[in-house]
Nanobody, 123 residues
Framework: QVQLVESGGGSVQAGRSLRLSCATFGYIYNNYCMAWFRQAPGKEREGVAYISSEGGTNYADSVKGRFTISQDINKNTLYLQMNNLEPEDTAMYFC?????????????????WGQGTQVTVSS
């Protein structure tokens, strides 16, 4: 089975940056889709960004121009660079994966999930 472990969350002031990491353990297929989701208290879990094994990416409108998803295949690690953070970005951030190159920013599509890392942005 596959395990995902997020790290890099924390508390920062608005306008600052954070980089989240997602380390993967276990067998990883050559074809896959990996994504970041986030969930604030009382709200639905929403898609933030995805990247496929073919290099395709997509972002939620709320983070376009501020967040960048990337991967280091040799290190088996997924990243989310978050710049110009806003209080509205405060949430638990989750790494997700599916062993298929087809990608959608829909939580129902993904089979594997990490435990999450908390991001808190203050004014």
């Amino acid at each position: 089975q596959v395990q995902l472990v997020e790290s890099g969350g924390g508390s920062v002031q608005a306008g600052r940056s954070l980089r989240l990491s997602c380390a993967t353990f276990g067998y990883i297929y050559n074809n896959y889709c990996m994504a970041w989701f986030r969930q604030a208290p009382g709200k639905e879990r929403e898609g933030v960004a995805y990247i496929s094994s073919e290099g395709g990416t997509n972002y939620a409108d709320s983070v376009k121009g501020r967040f960048t998803i990337s991967q280091d295949i040799n290190k088996n690690t997924l990243y989310l660079q978050m710049n110009n953070l806003e209080p509205e970005d405060t949430a638990m951030y989750f790494c997700a994966a599916r062993m298929d190159w087809r990608c959608w920013l829909n939580k129902a599509y993904f089979s594997y999930w990490g435990q999450g890392t908390q991001v808190t942005v203050s004014s």
